[in-house]
């Protein structure tokens, strides 16, 4: 089974509705992270939470928002979807360091395919 | 944070070495420079990661120069299955969340 699981791994949605994604892990780690992929682009994060109760937001949190259920539970949601949010999203997890994020290993999920008409 | 640039391309076959070089000319003093690779379908995975001259380990090697504004990614004896994405990553060890992914190189082994 993957360690760092996302669902769904494909959506189509339309613009105005909120949709939320969901990323499981079992690598026990604190960290966990979600960012989006676009075309030609490398990743940008979106959100990110060192544990249960700390959550902060990345370089293009605006109209996105999080969860962090558990410590194996992250969700992304979008309250009102738009179609310039296309793209596919990964979750992310790490464990904790006493560095920055972008300075520890990251383990990827498949990542989630999202399309707003 | 240093904006990072790559060569969005590059062809190499099977057996020889393949170096990547990213470039991020105003790196500051915390952060550290981490690669990945990717897949098609697939989510990044961690190559290695260096702050200063050289590391190396199973997979790969990362040579960073004394003045930081540049790393090269090093492949050796590269086979059909190296063919992916390679990302660059600068990011600040200072926790303030800034991170900063360049655009991938895209490496195309041929037989």
């Known amino acids: 089974d993957a360690d760092v699981t996302q669902t769904p791994r494909n959506r189509i949605t339309k613009t105005g509705k909120r949709i939320m994604l969901e990323c499981s892990q079992t690598?026990?780690?604190?960290?966990m992270y979600w960012y989006r992929q676009d075309p030609g682009l490398g990743l940008r994060l979106i959100y990110y939470?060192?544990?249960?109760?700390?959550?902060n937001k990345g370089e293009i949190s605006d109209g996105y928002s999080v969860s962090r259920q558990a410590q194996a539970k992250f969700s992304l949601s979008l309250e009102s979807a738009i179609p310039n949010q296309t793209a596919l999203y990964f979750c992310?997890?790490?464990?904790?360091?006493?560095?920055?994020?972008?300075?520890?290993?990251?383990?990827f999920g498949p990542g989630t395919r999202l399309t707003v008409l | 944070l240093a904006k990072t640039t790559q060569p969005i391309s590059m062809d190499s076959y099977e057996g020889q070495e393949v170096n990547i070089t990213c470039s991020h000319n105003n790196i500051a003093t915390n952060d550290y420079i981490t690669w990945y690779q990717q897949f098609p379908s697939q989510g990044p995975r961690f190559i290695i990661q260096g702050y200063k001259t050289k590391v190396t380990n199973e997979v790969a090697s990362l040579f960073i120069p004394a003045d930081r504004k540049s790393s090269t990614l090093s492949l050796p004896r590269v086979s059909l299955s190296d063919t992916a994405v390679y990302y660059c990553l600068v990011g600040d060890a200072g926790n303030t969340g800034k991170l900063i992914f360049g655009q991938g190189t895209t490496l195309q082994v041929k037989p």
């Open positions: 690598k026990g780690h604190d960290r």
């Open positions: 992310a997890t790490s464990d904790l360091i006493d560095r920055g994020p972008g300075t520890d290993t990251q383990y």
């Open positions: 939470s060192f544990d249960v109760k700390d959550i």
